[in-house]
């Protein structure tokens, strides 16, 4: 019996992890949201169609979530939510990185499953990720007192949101899945080896 | 046993997973709590700022590098639209003849004005805008969500910028209102859009009679000018400008005169006691590249941004 106090990958999810063998590639998560976020707040804004713009931060989580787990994935949305507010001339503090950090640790649970063979489900999820964010921003800002017609917010903002970040996730998800290989749930602990 | 001991460890395993989303999830709600209890000189607001001051730079580059992709997408959309843009071109050159009657009668009011309330250094092609000097910026971000209808550009304090100075952009007419600066840093500075929700703008139509109003955006993109009592005048195409005027002591952040937009309809129940008066602003400033801002000089200007 011995102990580790390191983080370190309790999985598999799947049998043998084909790339990055020698750590959690923590290093790279940490890579792609810095990206993520520098490209949300400094190229998307300018990929417009109507008021819509694609929301790389949605798939960048999910993708991390999917392949590193419930923690991983809460703790990067939650750094790339924060960030984002941080830089991005948004009003608020907090509100993004709640979003992102229920998507992560959602998103999460299904790391434990077998791996999709497509990037079908994916990207599905990362869909539903950006829906989810789009929808818990409008009740917050309903909460301070701001209104948009419902039509403007569907049409003009949300669907073209949802489909930019549907285009744009596929290449999100495929160079994620390079970076960190195979599923594995990562997770600080200290337990039995 | 050995199931037992993985029982255990995966247990223990789930209790600190969902012990950090908690904290996550608790430091997520004090953070937004703290954020709109502070004011805008917390550390939070602080916190905010100093990123923006890291990142500008960043953005500043990002932005330039992508100004040749933003061309071509322009000038795709312009083929597209190439028809549609000659009939509204059309219906600009018949509006623009219009206007062209319409500046006789202004200038003639605009000379009343100067001689009144120091307008006239606000055109003064010296000095700027009437005690203010002109610090141009390039729009290096924008905001993420329709919510806000802001941008961050390339100035700051460094260059004389103050929070709540007054942002134009050049139109056909000359100089319009587009946005207050609302937050600043050494090198960057927050414009919030006047079809912001949540910005107002004291605003008055000169050919009415100057009546007192508040310009406020309705729906995204869209003001209102409220306030305006049933009897004032107001028709069709009037100019709206700033009022400048102070209320309850305190002075307007905008001089007066800054073109707002024009109107675009009136309309009153009978029982009511003010006309509902909406506003066409002259440009969309969300899809300019430079704003100019003006940096108050004069003591006049310098104590309309100190809010008193």
Not at chain 2, 173 to 191: C, I
Not at chain 2, 193 to 219: H, K, Y
Not at chain 2, 285 to 302: C, D, F, G, I, M
Request: contains cysteine.
């Amino acid at each position: 019996m011995s102990s580790d106090l390191g983080t370190r990958a309790v999985g598999p999810a799947t049998a043998i992890p084909r790339a990055r063998a020698g750590g959690s590639g923590l290093g790279w998560v940490a890579a792609m949201v810095l990206v993520a976020v520098l490209l949300e707040v400094s190229v998307m804004p300018y990929i417009n169609v109507a008021d819509g713009i694609p929301d790389i931060i949605a798939p960048t989580i999910v993708v991390v979530a999917l392949l590193r787990g419930s923690l991983v994935g809460a703790v990067a949305g939650f750094s790339a939510g924060l960030l984002l507010e941080l830089t991005a001339p948004v009003g608020t503090l907090g509100v993004l990185a709640l979003l992102y950090l229920i998507v992560g640790a959602w998103c999460g649970r299904y790391c434990e499953r077998e791996e999709s063979a497509g990037l079908l489900a994916p990207l599905a999820l990362s869909v539903v990720a950006a829906l989810c964010v789009q929808l818990g921003y409008l009740a917050f800002q309903l909460l301070l007192g701001h209104h948009m017609p419902a039509s403007e917010f569907v049409g003009r903002v949300l669907f073209p949101t949802l489909a930019l970040t549907a285009l744009l996730s596929p290449p999100v998800l495929l160079i994620a899945r390079r970076l960190l290989g195979a599923p594995r749930v990562v997770e600080p602990y200290s337990v039995i080896s | 046993m050995a199931v037992a001991a993985t029982t255990g460890i995966a247990r223990r395993r789930a209790n600190v997973r969902r012990a950090v989303i908690a904290v996550l999830v608790v430091a997520c709600l004090a953070i937004f709590t703290g954020y709109f209890r502070e004011s805008t000189g917390g550390p939070l607001h602080g916190a905010q700022s100093t990123a923006a001051s890291v990142v500008a730079p960043v953005q500043e580059v990002a932005t330039k590098a992508l100004q040749p992709f933003r061309d071509a997408w322009g000038w795709a959309n312009s083929l597209k639209d190439a028809r549609d843009r000659a009939a509204a071109l059309e219906a600009e050159v018949a509006d623009l003849r219009g206007l062209a009657a319409d500046n006789a009668v202004r200038d003639q009011r605009l000379a009343e004005f100067e001689s009144l309330f120091g307008v006239e250094a606000l055109v003064d092609p010296k000095t700027g805008i009437g005690g203010y000097t002109p610090v141009t910026g390039l729009v290096v971000t924008r905001s993420i969500t329709d919510w806000y209808r802001n941008v961050r550009i390339s100035v700051g304090s460094s260059k004389g910028v103050v929070r709540n100075a007054p942002v134009v952009a050049g139109t056909g007419r000359g100089a319009a209102l587009v946005g207050v600066v609302t937050a600043v840093s050494s090198d960057t500075a927050d414009v919030a859009f006047i079809t912001d929700g949540r910005t107002e703008v004291g605003a008055t139509i000169p050919a009415a009679g100057n009546p007192p109003g508040l310009v406020q955006s309705t729906t995204p993109g869209q003001l209102k000018l409220t306030g305006v009592p049933r009897a004032a005048p107001v028709k069709l195409n009037q100019d709206v400008v700033t009022s400048g005027f102070m209320v309850k002591g305190l002075p307007s952040i905008y001089p007066r005169g800054l073109p707002i937009g024009r109107v675009s309809s009136v309309g009153s129940q009978e029982v009511d006691v003010q006309q509902t008066v909406q506003v066409t602003p002259y440009l969309d400033p969300r899809n300019l590249a430079y704003l100019t801002v003006l940096t108050p000089q004069s003591p006049e200007a310098k104590r309309r941004a100190a809010g008193g």
